[in-house]
T-cell receptor, first 114, second 115 residues
Framework: AQSVTQLGSHVSVSEGALVLLRCNYSSSVPPYLFWYVQYPNQGLQLLLKYTTGATLVKGINGFEAEFKKSETSFHLTKPSAHMSDAAEYFCAVSVSGGYNKLIFGAGTRLAVHP | GAVVSQHPSRVICKSGTSVKIECRSLDFQATTMFWYRQFPKKSLMLMATSNEGSKATYEQGVEKDKFLINHASLTLSTLTVTSAHPEDSSFYIC???????????FGSGTRLTVV
C-alpha cells in the first residue's frame, strides 16, 4: 500500500536560507508524487509534481524537488527562503499510480524568521 | 485554469442538524471528486471518492450513513453531514481530477463548527 512520511513536523529557517523539506514514500507501482502548500483556512495549492520523465522537477515560487527512486524520496527544496513561504507543506502520492486518490503525509510547518 | 468552488467556506450548526457542503467544478467536467477531512494541525484524511452517476466509495472507518455523498452531475458533488455532533467539527476539503497539468484541483475548504 502507498504511504508517505514527512520527516520533521516543524522546520524553521532564516529568511534567505535554504529550505529543505523531506518526503519519503512507499509505493508498489511507479508513483505520481506531489507537493502542496496550504495557508491557514485555505485549500491546497500545487507546488510541483512528478509523474514521469525528468527526475528534477521545478515548481512555482522557486521550489524544486528531485525524485530519487533508489532512496524512495521526493524532498522539496528552495535555495532562499522568503517570509511568504511560511505555511504548511504536504507531500502526497497517488494510489496505484496515475491520477487516483491521494495519500498525504502528515505535513511540515515551515516557519521563516527574519 | 481549472477551478473548483466549495461552498460554504464556514458554517456553524447546532448539534443534531444536517449540513450540506457543495463542491463545483466551474470550467471543466469532473467525473471523479474526492472528499477530505482535516483536523487542526493535522494532515488530510481521505473520506471518500465520489463518482458521477454512481455510489461513492468510502474509506475504511468512514460512516457512509453519516457522511452522505452525492455526485449527481459532472460539475457538482455534495457532502452532507447528517445529525452533526461536535466531534464532526473539522475542515472539509474537496478536490477533483482536473484537465491540464495539475492533475487535481482543490476547493478552498469548509470550516464546520457544530455547537
Amino acid at each position: 500500500a502507498q504511504s508517505v512520511t514527512q520527516l520533521g513536523s516543524h522546520v524553521s529557517v532564516s529568511e534567505g536560507a535554504l529550505v529543505l523539506l523531506r518526503c519519503n514514500y512507499s509505493s508498489s507501482v511507479p508513483p505520481y508524487l506531489f507537493w502542496y502548500v496550504q495557508y491557514p483556512n485555505q485549500g491546497l495549492q500545487l507546488l510541483l509534481k512528478y509523474t514521469t520523465g525528468a527526475t528534477l522537477v521545478k515548481g512555482i515560487n522557486g521550489f524544486e524537488a528531485e525524485f530519487k527512486k533508489s532512496e524512495t524520496s521526493f524532498h522539496l527544496t528552495k535555495p532562499s527562503a522568503h517570509m511568504s513561504d511560511a505555511a504548511e507543506y504536504f507531500c502526497a502520492v497517488s494510489v496505484s499510480g496515475g491520477y487516483n486518490k491521494l495519500i498525504f503525509g502528515a505535513g511540515t510547518r515551515l516557519a521563516v524568521h527574519p | 485554469g481549472a477551478v473548483v468552488s466549495q461552498h460554504p467556506s464556514r458554517v456553524i450548526c447546532k448539534s443534531g442538524t444536517s449540513v450540506k457542503i457543495e463542491c463545483r467544478s466551474l470550467d471543466f467536467q469532473a467525473t471523479t471528486m474526492f472528499w477530505y477531512r482535516q483536523f487542526p494541525k493535522k494532515s488530510l484524511m481521505l473520506m471518500a471518492t465520489s463518482n458521477e452517476g454512481s455510489k461513492a466509495t468510502y474509506e475504511q472507518g468512514v460512516e457512509k450513513d453519516k457522511f452522505l455523498i452525492n455526485h449527481a452531475s459532472l460539475t457538482l458533488s455534495t457532502l452532507t453531514v447528517t445529525s452533526a455532533h461536535p466531534e464532526d467539527s473539522s475542515f472539509y476539503i474537496c478536490s477533483a481530477i482536473s484537465p491540464g497539468e495539475n492533475g487535481y484541483t482543490f476547493g478552498s475548504g469548509t470550516r464546520l463548527t457544530v455547537v
